[in-house]
């Protein structure tokens, strides 16, 4: 149990903290993270949060039942069951290790769901010194879906566990996506999330080139983008996310490249796979060539830019 104080009134009072198993935990509430919380609100359920950024928090409130904790360790010693979807492995590290981090307050009777994108490695030790210091149960479970699926509640979970935990997580899962896959043991999850993502980067230079090209050969963008669609150049990053600005509406491309994902976390996870390939001695050329590409757009000043911003970043390129 978690005690804290508080002053009201001139006087200081203090909090005793009893995790609930009728709380969901959730930490990281970021543009995914906060509309993955906000369904997990309008479901009914009650939410414990924390974030960093008082904005995040105050944006997940007036949908639910909403409690704001302190700390991680708060939030563990509030809930028994917790969601946690961080920018990258230093961050799932501090939250659940650092000082104020949830394993101090964490039990056996605790359930923990990692929706991070991070190193497989570092989730296998995580994993592995949860359950031997405090016994408490994890799966990771990286999504696939953008921020559209996560306020649609339409994403696609990669999970990673035993046959027990992911049938644990599973519910909670369906409040907030369409698709729960189980990948396999522990790490799996993280597995399938950088293989699809290093498919989804690739996939975006060939269209952007594609697109570029297309426009210096005089072919208008939208009947371009159309002959792709229906032929066997069909693939997401053309029908539902064309990089090219006019395309499609909805799309970060047709907002001069905000919000969506920003190309900074895409080299990150590109990074993730290469260091994945280089210790299990996979060939991966491809996708080291398109990590140099986006080293370059975040190198520029453009890392918060959506991922589909390097048509725009190829546009701009002489041969």
């Not at 302190?70 to 917790?82: D, H, K, M, W």
């Not at 997401?236 to 920003?262: H, I, R």
């Not at 210790?279 to 491809?286: D, K």
Request: with cysteine; hydrophobic share 40%; glycine share 10%.
């Amino acid at each position: 149990m978690l005690r804290s104080t508080v002053q009201l009134h001139g006087k200081t009072w203090a909090r005793a903290f009893s995790a609930s198993a009728n709380k969901i935990g959730f930490i990281g509430l970021g543009q995914m993270g906060g509309n993955m919380a906000i369904n997990l609100a309008k479901a009914g359920n009650n939410l414990v949060v924390f974030d960093v950024v008082g904005a995040n928090i105050e944006a997940v409130k007036p949908h639910g039942k909403v409690e704001v904790a302190a700390s991680p360790r708060e939030v563990a010693a509030s809930a028994t069951t917790i969601v946690t979807m961080l920018p990258s492995t230093p961050h799932v590290e501090e939250v659940y290790l650092g000082s104020n981090g949830l394993i101090h307050e964490l039990t056996k009777g605790h359930f923990l769901i990692d929706s991070s994108t991070i190193d497989p490695g570092f989730t296998k030790k995580l994993s592995a010194r949860l359950a031997q210091d405090v016994g408490a149960s994890f799966v990771d479970a990286p999504v696939s879906g953008g921020v559209n699926g996560a306020k649609n509640a339409t994403l696609t979970f990669m999970v990673g566990g035993s046959d027990s935990a992911f049938a644990k997580a599973t519910p909670i899962l369906k409040q907030m996506g369409k698709n729960i896959v189980h990948c396999g043991d522990v790490s799996t999850g993280q597995a399938a999330k950088i293989c699809n993502n290093l498919a989804l980067a690739i996939e975006m230079v060939a269209v952007s080139e594609a697109m570029t090209l297309g426009d210096k050969l005089g072919i208008d963008p939208k009947v371009l983008a159309g002959i792709l669609n229906t032929s066997s150049g069909q693939c997401w990053s053309s029908t539902l996310y064309n990089p090219y600005p006019g395309v499609l509406e909805n799309v970060p491309a047709s907002n001069d490249y905000k919000g969506g994902f920003a190309s900074v976390l895409m080299r990150k996870d590109l990074g993730l796979a290469l260091d994945a390939a280089k210790s299990t001695e996979a060939s991966v050329p491809l996708t080291s060539t398109v990590h140099q590409l986006y080293n370059m757009i975040v190198a520029q000043g453009n890392g918060q830019k959506d991922f589909s911003y390097v048509l725009k970043f190829l546009e701009g390129q002489k041969k």
